[in-house]
């Protein structure tokens, strides 16, 4: 079945290290976003990212649709950036319809 | 811009009560979605609406809930009779074609 898969499920990291978070999707995809949940619940967009690169300050992304898997590179790591990271995909070439959530890798960045 | 809004924040009702959770998509946005996230079954789609009209309500759970969008500024998410079960946060987004953007969340407690 169509599937949304994510590693690792948790991470901690030392603040000031870099970490890599995967995710893997198991169809063409017309929509990926990258989403930080933040410890108060609030989904923050992060990339809008169905193929290429993007960088954002201390985060990138890199999705390569024809190899179906996408990256979130997070740099120097803070202790503001704990919570849960998600990748939501849209399947098929409608530029409307459902996102598909990853189950999401938890991170926690200690001081 | 204010993004999605959504009332109320914080819900706690008990068995057999009517909840309606109430969501304005971002100005000029023309797809509304309503997903909720439990710790069981992570974020999932219920149902959303394009230009007002549902598209897709394959996710609604039951019979128990409807949603409605009688307008492009406003939408309800309705559970009628609400069960324990039913406790989740329900999340609001809404999207002009590609980047979806969501709210804040309703956090739903049924006693």
């Known amino acids: 079945g169509i599937q949304v898969e994510q590693s690792p499920p948790d991470l901690i990291l030392q603040e000031g290290a870099n970490s890599t978070l995967r995710c893997n999707f198991s169809?063409?995809?017309?929509?990926l976003q990258w989403f930080h949940q933040n410890p108060w619940g609030q989904l923050i967009n992060l990339f809008y990212?169905?193929?290429g690169t993007k960088q954002n300050g201390r985060l990138s992304a890199t999705t390569v649709a024809t190899e179906r898997y996408s990256l979130l590179y997070i740099s120097s790591s803070q202790t503001t950036d704990s919570g849960v990271y998600f990748c939501?995909?849209?399947?098929?070439?409608?530029?409307?319809?459902?996102?598909?959530f990853g189950q999401g890798t938890t991170l926690q960045v200690k001081p | 811009d204010a993004g999605v809004i959504q009332s109320p924040r914080h819900e706690v009702t008990e068995m057999g009560q009517e909840v309606t959770l109430r969501c304005k998509p971002i100005?000029?946005?023309?797809?509304l979605f309503w997903y909720r996230q439990t710790m069981m079954r992570g974020l999932e789609l219920l149902i959303y609406?394009?230009?007002?009209?549902?598209?897709?309500d394959s996710g609604m759970p039951e019979d128990r809930f409807s949603a409605k969008m009688p307008n492009a500024s406003f939408s309800t998410l309705k559970i009628q009779p609400s069960e324990p079960r039913d406790s989740a946060v329900y999340f609001c987004?809404?999207?002009?074609?590609?980047?979806?953007?969501f709210g804040p969340g309703t956090r739903l407690t049924v006693l």
């Open positions: 939501a995909v849209r399947f098929g070439s409608s530029n409307t319809g459902k996102l598909i």
């Open positions: 990212i169905p193929s």
């Open positions: 609406f394009n230009n007002n009209v549902p598209i897709d």
């Open positions: 169809d063409s995809v017309n929509n």
């Open positions: 100005s000029g946005h023309n797809s």
């Open positions: 987004a809404s999207s002009r074609g590609n980047e979806q953007f």
